[in-house]
């Protein structure tokens, strides 16, 4: 490895640390607002209501929430699918029919039952990608694996919505070249349209 790829990797890691140790200091009592203040940005965006099938994420206890989001689009007849990460740090979208019924997957996760439809990228109009920090430019620091990054090969730019806690934007992301970028990111407090933003 390289002395840039070596700094680079640790910039990152130090981020990362940084931002999961304020993730997990996140008051419980705080949650709830946190969670309905989320969602009422995310139903309001144009992508969300224009969009037939959407990707959401089953959040970790400590990661803005979208539970309540994804029981809203699965109630007004939405597609609905989940990352389900398969071996060599690739992932694929299960369509979720239900909230009552999971399995655990990888990394503590909850993951969708076996026997799920997969649903095809192309057949996708709007992915939430969650993150443990994200920067104004659209930059975004997951936790380290590449699944995401692997998946976005397939997703365009204009599609990709970053979903984070307001105190997850930071002045710079450190990145590299197989990192990918979001168009906008939704907080509970804000809805940032990255400048410079592609069709």
Known sequence: M?????FLA???????????????????????YLIKSLFGNLVSLPEYQNARSIMAYLAMPDEANLDLFIQYSLERGKIVCVPVCLDEGNMEAGRLVS???FEKGPFGLRNIPSGYEIISPKEIDMVLLPAVAYDLDGNRLGMGKGYYDRFLEMIPFKKRIGVAWNFQIVPKVPTDVHDKKVCKIVTEERIITVKGMMS
Request: proline share 3%.
């Open 2 to 6: 390289s002395k840039e790829a070596l």
């Open 10 to 32: 640790k910039e990152k890691s130090g981020l990362r640390r940084r931002m999961l140790a304020l993730r997990r200091a996140l008051s419980s009592d705080e949650s709830p």
């Open 99 to 101: 909230m009552s019924c």
